[in-house]
């Protein structure tokens, strides 16, 4: 029976999603602000987070971006409830990794039907991601999430930061020179130069320590993710 976290504070709403998400089949907890659902959240973990926006302690927004920065907590799927009017919020929201919303007043089948679609999708890419993590030591590479976590401690990385961490451990031992290295991050967007490229290796490194060892300085050629690290 999947397990759903509502993180509402009005009584009706708080209500009516029990109602209707234990009508389908859901165990549901209610917590009635942003701390004590956090609490609960790390407590007991769950399959799913119902988001309200407007919460008396703090914002829903801040909620959101501490669940996705805790790797205990990163991968569980956030929906934001929100009410007319709080469209920039949303944005925000799904920039911080919310993964949908809904709008208040919201139609019960919509919900239920997004609940379905992001549990489901939960359950793939734990399996997937499962399968194509790496690991070195305390150094986790998830390539599905796109996340780092050092020593059980996420890090954000930027995208061509991980790419670059990516495609090296994914061929540890291999050196790349400069421009192999540009051919396979390159998003073909952004401007990435061959110089460039050291400064996100500096980078990098100062956000993977104590593992920023792993990835080697090549003289003459380029770097290389330490084999057999
Ligand atoms: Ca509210």
């Known amino acids: 029976m999947p397990r759903i976290l509502v993180i509402e504070d009005e009584p009706d709403i ?17 917590a009635g602000n942003g ?3 956090l609490q609960e959240l790390r407590r007991a973990g769950y399959d799913l987070v119902l988001l309200d926006l407007m919460l008396p302690d703090r ?7 501490i669940i996705r920065s805790d790797p205990s907590l990163a991968t569980t799927p956030v929906i934001m409830v929100t009410a007319k009017g709080e469209e920039t919020d949303v ?3 799904l920039g911080l990794g919310a993964d949908d919303y809904v709008t208040k007043p919201f139609r019960t089948k919509e919900l239920l039907a997004r609940i379905k679609v992001r ?4 359950r793939e890419e734990a399996s997937d991601g499962d399968r194509r993590r790496l690991q070195f030591q305390g150094l986790v590479i998830d390539p599905v999430r796109h996340r780092v976590v050092v020593d059980e401690q ?24 400069r421009y192999g290295l540009l051919d396979r991050i390159g998003d073909g967007e952004s401007v990435v130069t061959d110089r460039t490229i050291d400064v996100h290796v500096r980078n990098l490194r100062a956000k993977i320590k104590p593992y920023d060892h792993f990835v080697e300085t090549v003289r003459g050629v380029g770097y290389r993710f330490a ?3």
Do not use: P
């Open 14 to 30: 708080q209500a009516v999603l029990r109602f209707a998400l234990e009508k389908d089949g859901h165990q549901v907890t209610v």
């Open 35 to 37: 701390g004590d659902g």
């Open 59 to 65: 914002d829903g927004l801040e909620v959101c971006r």
């Open 91 to 93: 944005v925000v929201g």
């Open 119 to 122: 549990l489901a999708r939960a």
């Open 154 to 177: 996420a890090v954000v990385l930027t995208l061509t930061e991980f790419k670059l961490l990516h495609v090296l451990a994914s061929h540890a031992g291999v050196a790349y020179d």
């Open 227 to 229: 084999d057999g690290a």
